[in-house]
Protein backbone atom coordinates (compact mmCIF):
# COMPACT_ATOMS: atom_id res chain seq x y z
CA UNK A 1 0.00 0.00 0.00
CA UNK A 2 1.51 3.43 -1.44
CA UNK A 3 1.58 6.56 1.35
CA UNK A 4 -0.61 8.02 -1.19
CA UNK A 5 -2.76 4.84 -0.32
CA UNK A 6 -2.70 6.24 3.42
CA UNK A 7 -3.50 9.67 2.37
CA UNK A 8 -6.42 8.73 0.40
CA UNK A 9 -8.02 6.71 3.05
CA UNK A 10 -6.98 9.27 6.00
CA UNK A 11 -8.31 11.51 3.51
CA UNK A 12 -12.51 9.87 3.24
CA UNK A 13 -12.39 9.22 6.90
CA UNK A 14 -11.91 12.97 7.50
CA UNK A 15 -14.29 13.71 4.60
CA UNK A 16 -16.97 11.53 6.10
CA UNK A 17 -16.20 13.16 9.81
CA UNK A 18 -16.68 16.56 8.35
CA UNK A 19 -20.09 15.32 6.54
CA UNK A 20 -21.38 15.13 10.24
CA UNK A 21 -20.64 18.79 10.56
CA UNK A 22 -23.48 19.96 8.94
CA UNK A 23 -26.57 20.07 10.74
CA UNK A 24 -29.51 17.38 10.33
CA UNK A 25 -32.41 17.98 8.46
CA UNK A 26 -35.59 16.57 10.03
CA UNK A 27 -38.15 15.14 7.47
CA UNK A 28 -41.74 16.80 7.68
CA UNK A 29 -44.37 14.64 9.30
CA UNK A 30 -42.04 11.45 10.61
CA UNK A 31 -39.44 13.96 12.74
CA UNK A 32 -36.64 11.47 11.00
CA UNK A 33 -33.49 12.95 11.42
CA UNK A 34 -31.36 12.87 8.14
CA UNK A 35 -27.46 13.91 8.21
CA UNK A 36 -25.45 14.18 4.97
CA UNK A 37 -23.06 11.74 7.00
CA UNK A 38 -24.00 8.80 5.38
CA UNK A 39 -23.09 9.76 1.49
CA UNK A 40 -19.40 9.37 3.52
CA UNK A 41 -19.38 5.55 2.82
CA UNK A 42 -21.27 6.11 -0.66
CA UNK A 43 -18.39 8.55 -1.92
CA UNK A 44 -15.81 7.02 -0.54
CA UNK A 45 -16.56 3.76 -2.45
CA UNK A 46 -17.16 5.15 -5.32
CA UNK A 47 -14.19 7.37 -5.24
CA UNK A 48 -11.20 5.90 -3.85
CA UNK A 49 -12.11 2.43 -4.52
CA UNK A 50 -13.20 -0.82 -2.31
CA UNK A 51 -10.12 -1.62 -0.42
CA UNK A 52 -9.26 1.94 0.52
CA UNK A 53 -13.06 2.78 0.84
CA UNK A 54 -13.19 0.49 3.45
CA UNK A 55 -10.37 1.18 5.44
CA UNK A 56 -11.64 4.84 5.34
CA UNK A 57 -15.00 3.81 7.05
CA UNK A 58 -12.76 1.28 9.27
CA UNK A 59 -10.37 4.37 10.15
CA UNK A 60 -12.87 6.79 11.07
CA UNK A 61 -14.65 4.09 13.25
CA UNK A 62 -11.67 3.69 15.54
CA UNK A 63 -11.04 7.36 16.15
CA UNK A 64 -15.20 7.35 16.79
CA UNK A 65 -14.86 4.19 19.37
CA UNK A 66 -11.50 5.95 20.85
CA UNK A 67 -13.59 8.56 22.07
CA UNK A 68 -13.71 11.37 19.63
CA UNK A 69 -17.25 13.50 18.34
CA UNK A 70 -16.96 12.71 14.75
CA UNK A 71 -20.65 11.09 14.54
CA UNK A 72 -23.41 13.82 13.19
CA UNK A 73 -24.58 15.76 16.38
CA UNK A 74 -21.08 14.73 18.00
CA UNK A 75 -21.75 11.78 19.06
CA UNK A 76 -18.67 9.80 19.38
CA UNK A 77 -17.64 6.91 21.91
CA UNK A 78 -18.33 3.02 22.93
CA UNK A 79 -21.65 3.72 23.30
CA UNK A 80 -22.94 4.50 19.92
CA UNK A 81 -21.63 1.03 18.61
CA UNK A 82 -23.52 -0.59 21.45
CA UNK A 83 -26.69 1.78 20.59
CA UNK A 84 -29.59 1.02 18.47
CA UNK A 85 -27.73 2.32 15.14
CA UNK A 86 -24.61 0.19 15.82
CA UNK A 87 -24.82 -1.71 13.05
CA UNK A 88 -25.17 0.90 10.40
CA UNK A 89 -21.85 2.08 11.56
CA UNK A 90 -19.93 -0.93 10.73
CA UNK A 91 -22.59 -1.45 7.79
CA UNK A 92 -20.53 1.38 6.46
CA UNK A 93 -17.40 0.59 5.62
CA UNK A 94 -19.02 -2.90 4.01
CA UNK A 95 -21.23 -0.40 2.07
CA UNK A 96 -17.83 1.49 0.71
CA UNK A 97 -16.63 -1.68 0.18
CA UNK A 98 -19.04 -2.87 -2.41
CA UNK A 99 -19.96 0.36 -3.81
CA UNK A 100 -15.78 0.32 -4.50
CA UNK A 101 -15.95 -2.94 -5.86
CA UNK A 102 -18.80 -2.62 -8.17
CA UNK A 103 -17.46 0.68 -9.59
CA UNK A 104 -13.49 -0.96 -9.93
CA UNK A 105 -15.50 -3.68 -11.66
CA UNK A 106 -17.41 -1.66 -14.47
CA UNK A 107 -15.26 1.45 -14.32
CA UNK A 108 -14.31 1.70 -17.96
CA UNK A 109 -18.15 1.19 -19.03
CA UNK A 110 -19.81 3.67 -16.15
CA UNK A 111 -22.76 5.07 -17.00
CA UNK A 112 -24.70 7.47 -14.41
CA UNK A 113 -27.25 4.69 -14.41
CA UNK A 114 -25.46 2.09 -13.68
CA UNK A 115 -23.44 4.55 -11.19
CA UNK A 116 -26.89 5.11 -9.27
CA UNK A 117 -27.53 1.47 -9.00
CA UNK A 118 -24.89 0.80 -7.57
CA UNK A 119 -24.29 3.39 -5.16
CA UNK A 120 -28.50 2.40 -4.40
CA UNK A 121 -26.99 -1.31 -3.89
CA UNK A 122 -24.30 -0.43 -1.78
CA UNK A 123 -25.99 2.18 0.20
CA UNK A 124 -29.56 1.22 1.35
CA UNK A 125 -30.19 -2.60 0.42
CA UNK A 126 -26.60 -3.85 1.81
CA UNK A 127 -26.27 -1.21 4.89
CA UNK A 128 -29.93 -2.05 6.08
CA UNK A 129 -29.26 -5.65 5.87
CA UNK A 130 -26.50 -5.29 8.39
CA UNK A 131 -27.79 -2.29 10.15
CA UNK A 132 -31.21 -4.45 11.24
CA UNK A 133 -29.40 -7.23 12.04
CA UNK A 134 -27.92 -5.52 14.65
CA UNK A 135 -31.44 -3.49 15.53
CA UNK A 136 -33.08 -6.51 15.54
CA UNK A 137 -30.44 -7.94 18.50
CA UNK A 138 -31.12 -4.99 20.54
CA UNK A 139 -34.37 -4.09 20.14
CA UNK A 140 -35.66 -7.78 20.49
CA UNK A 141 -37.04 -7.70 17.35
CA UNK A 142 -37.96 -9.78 14.40
CA UNK A 143 -35.87 -9.07 11.83
CA UNK A 144 -38.84 -7.98 9.77
CA UNK A 145 -40.12 -5.85 12.07
CA UNK A 146 -36.99 -3.97 12.54
CA UNK A 147 -36.60 -3.70 8.98
CA UNK A 148 -40.04 -2.01 8.89
CA UNK A 149 -38.97 0.17 11.97
CA UNK A 150 -35.73 1.68 9.67
CA UNK A 151 -38.49 2.06 6.48
CA UNK A 152 -38.71 5.87 7.39
CA UNK A 153 -34.97 6.30 6.73
CA UNK A 154 -35.29 5.57 3.12
CA UNK A 155 -37.03 8.43 1.92
CA UNK A 156 -33.62 10.54 2.89
CA UNK A 157 -31.17 7.55 1.84
CA UNK A 158 -32.76 8.09 -1.22
CA UNK A 159 -31.83 11.72 -1.89
CA UNK A 160 -28.30 10.61 -0.53
CA UNK A 161 -27.93 8.44 -3.11
CA UNK A 162 -28.62 10.80 -5.94
CA UNK A 163 -26.70 13.43 -4.84
CA UNK A 164 -23.56 10.74 -4.21
CA UNK A 165 -24.10 9.67 -7.64
CA UNK A 166 -24.26 12.78 -8.98
CA UNK A 167 -20.48 14.38 -6.99
CA UNK A 168 -19.23 10.85 -7.66
CA UNK A 169 -19.36 11.23 -11.56
CA UNK A 170 -18.30 14.56 -11.87
CA UNK A 171 -15.49 13.87 -9.70
CA UNK A 172 -14.72 10.91 -11.86
CA UNK A 173 -14.84 12.95 -15.05
CA UNK A 174 -12.55 15.14 -13.86
CA UNK A 175 -10.49 13.21 -11.41
CA UNK A 176 -10.48 9.73 -12.77
CA UNK A 177 -8.88 7.66 -9.60
CA UNK A 178 -9.83 3.95 -10.71
CA UNK A 179 -8.47 4.68 -14.00
CA UNK A 180 -4.75 4.77 -13.24
CA UNK A 181 -4.89 2.16 -10.50
CA UNK B 1 -6.28 15.96 21.96
CA UNK B 2 -10.41 17.31 21.72
CA UNK B 3 -12.47 14.40 22.67
CA UNK B 4 -15.59 13.16 25.27
CA UNK B 5 -12.99 12.48 28.12
CA UNK B 6 -13.32 14.22 31.08
CA UNK B 7 -10.43 14.83 33.44
CA UNK B 8 -10.80 13.27 36.53
CA UNK B 9 -8.38 11.57 39.34
CA UNK B 10 -10.94 8.65 40.21
CA UNK B 11 -10.13 4.77 40.60
CA UNK B 12 -11.79 4.53 36.81
CA UNK B 13 -9.60 7.33 35.77
CA UNK B 14 -5.97 5.42 36.53
CA UNK B 15 -7.31 1.79 35.19
CA UNK B 16 -5.48 0.92 32.13
CA UNK B 17 -7.21 1.54 28.81
CA UNK B 18 -7.35 -2.05 27.76
CA UNK B 19 -8.70 -3.77 31.13
CA UNK B 20 -11.53 -1.05 30.48
CA UNK B 21 -11.98 -2.27 27.22
CA UNK B 22 -12.24 -5.83 28.29
CA UNK B 23 -14.24 -4.95 31.25
CA UNK B 24 -16.80 -3.50 28.75
CA UNK B 25 -16.54 -6.58 26.70
CA UNK B 26 -17.56 -8.93 28.89
CA UNK B 27 -19.75 -6.63 31.08
CA UNK B 28 -21.51 -5.84 27.66
CA UNK B 29 -22.03 -9.64 26.90
CA UNK B 30 -22.63 -10.13 30.29
CA UNK B 31 -26.17 -7.31 30.35
CA UNK B 32 -27.14 -8.76 26.76
CA UNK B 33 -27.64 -12.62 28.27
CA UNK B 34 -29.76 -11.44 31.07
CA UNK B 35 -33.43 -11.57 30.21
CA UNK B 36 -34.84 -10.31 33.29
CA UNK B 37 -35.63 -6.25 33.77
CA UNK B 38 -35.18 -6.27 37.44
CA UNK B 39 -30.95 -7.46 37.05
CA UNK B 40 -30.82 -5.16 34.95
CA UNK B 41 -31.93 -2.14 36.76
CA UNK B 42 -29.86 -3.03 39.44
CA UNK B 43 -26.80 -3.61 36.91
CA UNK B 44 -28.20 0.03 35.61
CA UNK B 45 -28.04 0.99 39.78
CA UNK B 46 -24.30 0.17 39.83
CA UNK B 47 -23.15 1.95 36.65
CA UNK B 48 -25.10 5.19 38.26
CA UNK B 49 -23.07 4.24 40.98
CA UNK B 50 -19.91 4.33 38.74
CA UNK B 51 -20.53 7.51 37.58
CA UNK B 52 -20.03 8.57 41.26
CA UNK B 53 -17.15 7.22 41.90
CA UNK B 54 -15.70 8.63 38.73
CA UNK B 55 -16.55 12.13 39.83
CA UNK B 56 -19.46 12.31 37.58
CA UNK B 57 -22.51 14.41 38.07
CA UNK B 58 -26.12 13.62 36.81
CA UNK B 59 -26.02 16.19 34.73
CA UNK B 60 -23.06 14.33 32.72
CA UNK B 61 -24.91 10.88 33.03
CA UNK B 62 -28.68 12.31 31.53
CA UNK B 63 -26.07 14.11 28.55
CA UNK B 64 -24.83 10.39 27.95
CA UNK B 65 -28.42 9.04 27.24
CA UNK B 66 -30.04 11.87 26.30
CA UNK B 67 -29.34 11.52 22.43
CA UNK B 68 -30.74 7.94 22.14
CA UNK B 69 -34.04 9.20 24.15
CA UNK B 70 -36.25 9.41 21.40
CA UNK B 71 -34.92 6.30 20.10
CA UNK B 72 -35.47 4.84 23.36
CA UNK B 73 -39.25 5.93 23.50
CA UNK B 74 -39.84 4.72 19.98
CA UNK B 75 -38.71 1.16 21.07
CA UNK B 76 -40.43 1.07 24.18
CA UNK B 77 -43.51 2.25 22.26
CA UNK B 78 -42.99 -0.35 19.28
CA UNK B 79 -42.46 -3.53 22.10
CA UNK B 80 -45.51 -2.27 24.28
CA UNK B 81 -47.47 -2.48 20.76
CA UNK B 82 -46.07 -5.80 19.49
CA UNK B 83 -45.50 -7.83 23.09
CA UNK B 84 -45.88 -6.56 26.85
CA UNK B 85 -44.86 -3.26 28.87
CA UNK B 86 -41.85 -6.30 30.33
CA UNK B 87 -40.07 -6.79 26.71
CA UNK B 88 -40.14 -2.72 26.44
CA UNK B 89 -38.54 -2.23 29.94
CA UNK B 90 -36.14 -5.22 29.29
CA UNK B 91 -35.27 -3.58 26.07
CA UNK B 92 -35.00 0.04 27.01
CA UNK B 93 -33.17 -1.20 30.38
CA UNK B 94 -30.22 -2.83 28.66
CA UNK B 95 -29.70 -0.31 25.95
CA UNK B 96 -29.91 2.19 28.43
CA UNK B 97 -27.22 0.35 30.91
CA UNK B 98 -24.92 -0.19 27.49
CA UNK B 99 -24.72 3.04 26.20
CA UNK B 100 -24.12 4.60 29.72
CA UNK B 101 -21.29 1.59 30.85
CA UNK B 102 -19.53 2.70 27.05
CA UNK B 103 -19.70 6.14 27.98
CA UNK B 104 -18.06 5.57 31.34
CA UNK B 105 -15.43 4.29 29.44
CA UNK B 106 -15.18 6.88 26.98
CA UNK B 107 -15.69 9.61 29.57
CA UNK B 108 -12.75 8.45 31.68
CA UNK B 109 -10.34 7.66 29.30
CA UNK B 110 -7.62 9.83 27.25
CA UNK B 111 -8.06 9.40 23.25
CA UNK B 112 -4.42 8.86 23.32
CA UNK B 113 -4.45 5.97 25.96
CA UNK B 114 -7.50 4.58 24.08
CA UNK B 115 -5.89 4.80 20.42
CA UNK B 116 -2.56 2.84 22.06
CA UNK B 117 -4.54 0.57 23.84
CA UNK B 118 -6.52 -0.39 20.00
CA UNK B 119 -3.09 -0.46 18.48
CA UNK B 120 -1.93 -2.72 20.17
CA UNK B 121 -4.83 -4.71 20.06
CA UNK B 122 -4.36 -4.64 16.57
CA UNK B 123 -0.96 -5.38 17.29
CA UNK B 124 -1.26 -9.30 15.95
CA UNK B 125 -2.90 -8.34 12.68
CA UNK B 126 0.99 -7.76 11.48
CA UNK B 127 1.20 -11.40 10.13
CA UNK B 128 -2.08 -10.62 7.98
CA UNK B 129 0.22 -7.60 6.55
CA UNK B 130 -0.85 -4.53 8.28
CA UNK B 131 1.86 -2.26 9.45
CA UNK B 132 1.52 -0.64 12.35
CA UNK B 133 3.34 2.48 11.85
CA UNK B 134 1.04 2.80 8.67
CA UNK B 135 -2.16 2.82 10.71
CA UNK B 136 -0.11 5.32 13.68
CA UNK B 137 0.07 7.63 10.23
CA UNK B 138 -3.78 7.55 9.08
CA UNK B 139 -4.75 8.08 12.53
CA UNK B 140 -3.28 11.45 12.69
CA UNK B 141 -3.29 12.35 9.61
CA UNK B 142 -6.84 11.92 9.74
CA UNK B 143 -7.81 14.11 12.80
CA UNK B 144 -5.79 16.79 10.87
CA UNK B 145 -7.61 16.79 7.66
CA UNK B 146 -10.84 17.52 9.56
CA UNK B 147 -10.33 20.83 10.43
CA UNK B 148 -8.23 21.23 7.01
CA UNK B 149 -11.82 20.01 5.39
CA UNK B 150 -13.41 22.75 6.92
CA UNK B 151 -11.44 25.33 5.87
CA UNK B 152 -11.45 24.06 2.32
CA UNK B 153 -15.07 23.80 2.70
CA UNK B 154 -15.58 27.53 3.59
CA UNK B 155 -13.53 28.53 0.69
CA UNK B 156 -15.50 27.21 -1.83
CA UNK B 157 -18.52 28.22 0.06
CA UNK B 158 -17.47 31.44 -0.25
CA UNK B 159 -16.69 31.29 -3.94
CA UNK B 160 -19.93 29.80 -4.96
CA UNK B 161 -21.17 33.21 -3.30
CA UNK B 162 -20.41 34.69 -6.01
CA UNK B 163 -22.78 32.62 -8.96
CA UNK B 164 -25.32 31.96 -6.04
CA UNK B 165 -24.65 28.54 -5.34
CA UNK B 166 -23.18 28.59 -1.83
CA UNK B 167 -26.13 26.30 -0.79
CA UNK B 168 -26.03 23.73 -3.39
CA UNK B 169 -24.57 20.79 -1.85
CA UNK B 170 -23.01 19.52 -5.27
CA UNK B 171 -21.62 22.96 -6.65
CA UNK B 172 -19.92 22.54 -3.35
CA UNK B 173 -19.22 19.20 -2.78
CA UNK B 174 -17.70 18.38 -6.07
CA UNK B 175 -15.11 21.55 -6.01
CA UNK B 176 -14.12 20.67 -2.69
CA UNK B 177 -13.34 16.97 -3.39
CA UNK B 178 -10.96 17.36 -6.54
CA UNK B 179 -9.47 20.00 -4.35
CA UNK B 180 -8.85 17.85 -1.36
CA UNK B 181 -7.84 14.75 -3.95
CA UNK B 182 -4.93 17.61 -5.25
CA UNK B 183 -3.73 17.92 -2.38
CA UNK B 184 -3.41 14.57 -0.82
CA UNK B 185 -1.72 14.00 -3.77
CA UNK B 186 0.90 17.08 -2.27
CA UNK B 187 1.07 15.41 0.25
CA UNK B 188 2.02 12.00 -0.35
CA UNK B 189 4.51 13.15 -2.80
CA UNK B 190 6.14 15.60 0.09
CA UNK B 191 5.79 12.14 2.54
CA UNK B 192 7.84 10.12 0.42
CA UNK B 193 10.19 12.74 -0.56
CA UNK B 194 10.88 12.91 3.07
CA UNK B 195 11.09 9.18 4.02
Not at chain 2, 133 to 160: G, K, N, W
Amino acid sequence: MSTRDIVHIALFAAFTAALGLFPPVTLPLTGVPITAQSMGPMLAGAIIGARKGFLSQALLLVLVAAGLPLLAGGRGGFGVFLGPTGGFLLGWAISAWLIGWLFERNWRNLTALKATAYIFIGGIPALYLIGTAWVAVVVDLSYMQALLANAPFVAGDLVKVAIATIVAMTVRRAYPMMARA
Amino acid sequence: MLGLYRHGESVLHRLPAGSKLLGLVIAGTAIFLIANPFHIAGILVLVCVAYRIAGLDARTLIAQIRPALWLLALIFALQLWLNDWQAGALVTLRLSTLILLASLVTLTTQVSAMLAAMERGLAPLRHFGVDPSRVSLALSMALRFIPLIADVTAQVREAQKARGLERSVIAVAVPVILRLLKMADDIADAIDARS
